[in-house]
């Protein structure tokens, strides 16, 4: 469970995961703590999302970001909450059409890889809140947002 901007992923038990939907109880105790937590930064509406299992390999990243511009995959880092600095690349070809649908010219996507070997976009941003990866260039992103 999340807001239409952000989950609680730190506080999973408490105020992000609901084990059982048809729970009524428990349901409701997960949403008002969230809500609760989230207080004045409550962005939108409670959002559901079927949970997934994904993959947790031990020597590389199973989750990264893409940094797009125009539409075109620019800059591939590890996700900031990332052990490792290798990472596997996902294809990207079925993602750029969606991208650029969104008519943005800087976009962010952070990515995991789900435990059957499928990627999946866990969340899509403008950049305010994308974080660099502490093995990725500061360069490298200014060189991107300032370049051709």
Do not use: N
């Not at 075109?72 to 750029?96: F, K, N, V």
């Amino acid at each position: 469970m999340k807001d239409y901007v952000k989950s609680r992923k730190h506080e999973w038990e408490q105020a992000c995961f609901i084990p059982e939907l048809t729970d009524a109880a428990g349901l409701t105790r997960v949403v008002r703590r969230f809500v609760e937590l989230q207080e004045e930064f409550l962005a939108g509406g409670i959002v559901l999302r079927a949970f997934e299992t994904f993959a947790k390999p031990e020597s590389v990243a199973a989750e990264m970001r893409v940094w797009w511009l125009d539409g075109e995959p620019r800059l591939l880092t590890p996700h900031p909450d990332s052990p490792s600095e290798r990472m596997l690349l996902p294809g990207l070809d079925h993602i750029r059409p969606a991208v650029q649908r969104l008519g943005c010219r800087f976009v962010t996507t952070d990515l995991a890889l789900r435990s059957d070997g499928v990627w999946r976009v866990v969340e899509v941003g403008d950049g305010q809140v994308s974080d660099l990866h502490q093995s990725s260039s500061r360069g490298e992103l200014a060189a991107l947002l300032v370049g051709p």
